[in-house]
């Protein structure tokens, strides 16, 4: 089971991106979905998560500006992220819990970098 994201980039301070993550493997059902986030010389943050159901939350930090989104059929998780600002700059990492044959998994992506500046 693996997860890879894509969508970090360059932006400008106020512009926007999106990250996308899709599971592959033999996978027989994803609990919650999350994207976690760490800047140089910080520890990993949580910024959104989503349940099977389609539940949302957020870190206070990024309320209003991004949005978590998940399609269960491509078993795939994004994350719009609006008025990016200077400080949103880190790794972004997708997270799951899986049931993979008769395991529970949390699994990580490799993560995709986003940087926002002028």
């Known amino acids: 089971v693996q997860l890879v994201e894509s969508g970090g980039g360059l932006v400008q301070p106020g512009g926007s991106l999106r990250l996308s993550c899709e599971a592959s493997?033999?996978?027989?059902?994803?609990?919650?979905m999350a994207w976690y986030r760490q800047a140089p010389g910080k520890q990993r943050e949580l910024v959104a998560t989503?349940?099977?159901?389609?539940?949302?939350n957020y870190a206070d930090s990024v309320k209003g500006r991004f949005t978590i989104s998940r399609d269960n059929t491509k078993k795939m998780v994004s994350l719009q992220m609006n008025s990016l600002k200077p400080e949103d700059t880190a790794v972004y990492y997708c997270?799951?819990?899986?049931?993979?044959?008769?395991?529970?998994?949390?699994?990580w992506g490799q993560g995709t970098l986003v940087t926002v500046s002028s």
């Open positions: 493997g033999y996978i027989i059902s994803i609990y919650d």
């Open positions: 997270n799951a819990q899986v049931v993979a044959g008769l395991e529970d998994l949390v699994v």
């Open positions: 989503i349940t099977n159901g389609g539940s949302t």
